[in-house]
């Protein structure tokens, strides 16, 4: 059975930072961190790609890190410069895929989820 666990997440003023990690139960070669804020729809964070190139959503870019240790089966996020509006429930995903470079530009890849760990920033 696939686990994915977060942990990482809590309080912190604006101008922090998170390093959020995500334990996995095997290897996947598409991970990423995603996010959901109330009464907002979950939107992609940042990716990891099977060729280990790394994708960001705007908001986040030159702010966030995603990394990953294959041997550790972890995935984590570093998450500096910490704005209000990155409140939000963050999910740690994971799913393969076919190509040896990309992770399916769709949601298909996504077969598992963690169960979330909560970022609040005060502004």
């Known amino acids: 059975q696939v686990h994915l666990a977060e942990s990482g997440g809590g309080s912190v003023q604006a101008g922090g930072s998170l390093r959020l990690s995500c334990v996995a139960s095997?290897?996947?070669?598409?991970m990423g961190w995603f996010r959901q804020a109330p009464g907002q729809e979950r939107e992609e964070v940042a990716i990891?790609?099977?060729?280990?190139?790394?994708d960001y959503a705007d908001s986040v870019k030159g702010r966030f890190t995603i990394s990953k240790d294959n041997a550790k089966s972890t995935l984590d996020l570093q998450m500096n410069s910490l704005k209000f509006e990155d409140t939000a429930m963050y999910y740690c995903?994971?799913?393969?895929?076919?190509?040896?470079?990309?992770?399916?530009?769709?949601?298909?890849?996504?077969?598992?989820w963690g169960q979330g760990t909560q970022v609040t920033v005060s502004s």
């Open positions: 095997g290897y996947f070669n598409c």
């Open positions: 995903a994971a799913g393969s895929s076919f190509s040896s470079y990309w992770c399916p530009r769709d949601s298909s890849w996504r077969n598992y």
């Open positions: 990891i790609n099977p060729n280990g190139s790394t």
